[in-house]
């Protein structure tokens, strides 16, 4: 919530800012400073989220400054940027990418380019490039805003340090881990001596430097990040306030990836309670909360708590962001995926379906969303039994992210592994086992050694071995897999019994019945534990 001070200020902001307008509108359209008044009115208005307000005095700006100045003055530039920003946050890429492009063309094309202006063009058309998953197109924009920003303003600036964690973001997308990292640690540290330790930005960072660790399995380096950012917020901002229900978000999903289910949930139950007051019910981020915590039930099997809870998210995310966002497709896939581990095939190829179209015409046939679409159906396909029909959605899956993510990402190893399922399940074995292959040194490469996806595929590779009669090669893979799952998990957590069930089956087929004995004492320890 916003304090009465800074309300007052806004309604200060705004007067001022209509009376200039205003007396710029009474020296005519050729007036000096209509084009100015008209563009900082619209910046500001786009600031306090009245985007319909913003568009039509942006729009404006621009007509101004070109009958002002000409079109390919580089006094309308700003504007053009400004209203691509708009347009972004309405969810109209496609006609704030043409305006992008175009500022950024004028602003190279002038004869002394404003150095700044320049870079935040460049920055900004690559923000757009990565949002569509146009890594390729995206990093040597990010790089050379940067680098402006390092000669014009020093490489101590808090804006070089924007520049290095919007790099660094491009690098996590692509599943380049080990480039993204240093650059969001040198981020951090700029801002740490820039701004202090406690600073809302520094907590950004933080929050970033997190999602890296998140996403290569790290979670002990991943939550006290996640703490720290959490503590800084509630210091500067109130317990209450929506910031600190985002952070005790991340730090519930940390928590249900490491298996800490009765942790994680009711840091869920205090994020969405926290939204709901904040925001009200129907708020964007309240959706996103009742989202994460859905997901969780669905983790834990609870499909009837979940469903209600995805429903809702879904409702509010198109009553406030429009049918058609891509944050509604999001939702949508990730009912259609509750819907298909309960088994109800209908209404989850209804989801999917729906959830693919959005996709697709909002960003595009070959973006990284579709491909996670085409694996949901692709799964969906495989548990009906209709390989047929899933090995082709599953391909194009991989020609999707190979191409836009590259043949190293962590994302294409899940695709290329349930492809690889496929092919197990219609007996095409000497299909399969290059697939497992791959996908399993993809993660290694990008996660370590011990990442529980790591576990999964080992699993899998292992079953085909041991249906085969290749018992000896699928003994180190289950024990290799077991010990990363009880890593993370523990020792008695329920997702391990099928693991160390079928692990203690191949041993006895070995011989090797002391070891055989040990797990499946520990397997009914466990369900005796569940019961």
Sequence with gaps: MESAAAVENDGEAEEHLMAALALAEQQGPEGPHLGEALHDFGSFLFWRDRLDEAAAHLQRAVSVREAAFGSEHAGVAPSLNNLAEVYWAQNRQSEALPLLERALAITEASDQPDENELARSLNNLALLYHAQGKYAEAEPLYKRSLAIWEKSLGPEHPEVATGLNNLAEAYRAQGRYDEAEPLYQRSLA??????????????????????????????????????????????????????????????????????????????????????????????????????????????????????????????????????????????????????????????????????????????????????????????????????????????????????????????????????????????????????????????????????????????????????????????????RALVIQEKVFGLEHSDLVSLVEIYADLLRNLGRTAKADRLEAQAKAIRAKQE
């Excluded at 009742?290 to 879904?314: K, M, V």
Aim: net charge negative.
């Design 190 to 479: 700029i801002k740490e001596r820039a701004l202090g330790p406690e600073h809302l930005d520094v907590a950004t960072d933080l929050t970033d430097l997190a999602l890296l660790y998140d996403a290569q399995g790290k979670y002990a380096e991943a939550e006290p990040l996640v703490k720290r950012v959490a503590a800084i917020r509630e210091k500067a901002l109130g317990p209450e306030h929506p910031d600190v229900a985002e952070s005790l978000n991340g730090l519930a999903t940390i928590y249900e990836a490491r298996g800490k289910y009765a942790e994680a949930e009711p840091l869920f139950k205090r994020a969405l309670a926290i939204q709901e007051k904040a925001l009200g019910p129907d708020h964007e981020r309240t959706g996103m909360a009742l989202n994460n915590w859905a997901h969780l039930y669905r983790t834990l099997g609870r499909y009837s708590e979940a469903e209600p809870l995805f429903q809702r998210s879904l409702a509010i995310g198109e009553k406030v962001l429009g049918p058609e966002h891509p944050e509604v497709a999001r939702t949508l896939n990730n009912l259609a995926e509750l819907y298909r581990l309960k088994g109800e095939y209908t209404n989850a190829e209804l989801y999917i379906g729906r959830s693919l179209a959005i996709r697709e015409t909002v960003l595009g046939q070959d973006h990284p969303d579709v491909a996670m679409g085409l694996n949901a159906l692709g799964l969906l396909y495989s548990d009906k039994g209709e390989y047929a029909e899933a090995e082709p959605v599953l391909k194009r899956s991989v020609e999707i992210e190979e191409k836009a993510l590259g043949p190293d990402h962590p994302e294409l190893a899940v695709s290329l592994q349930n492809l690889a399922n496929v092919y197990y399940a219609m007996g095409e074995h000497a299909d399969a086992e290059p697939l497992y292959n791959q996908s399993l040194a993809i993660l290694e490469k990008a996660h370590g050694p011990e990442h529980t996806r790591i576990a999964t595929v080992l699993s899998n590779l292992a079953e085909l071995y041991r249906v085969q009669g290749r018992y000896e090669e699928a003994e180190p893979l289950y024990e």
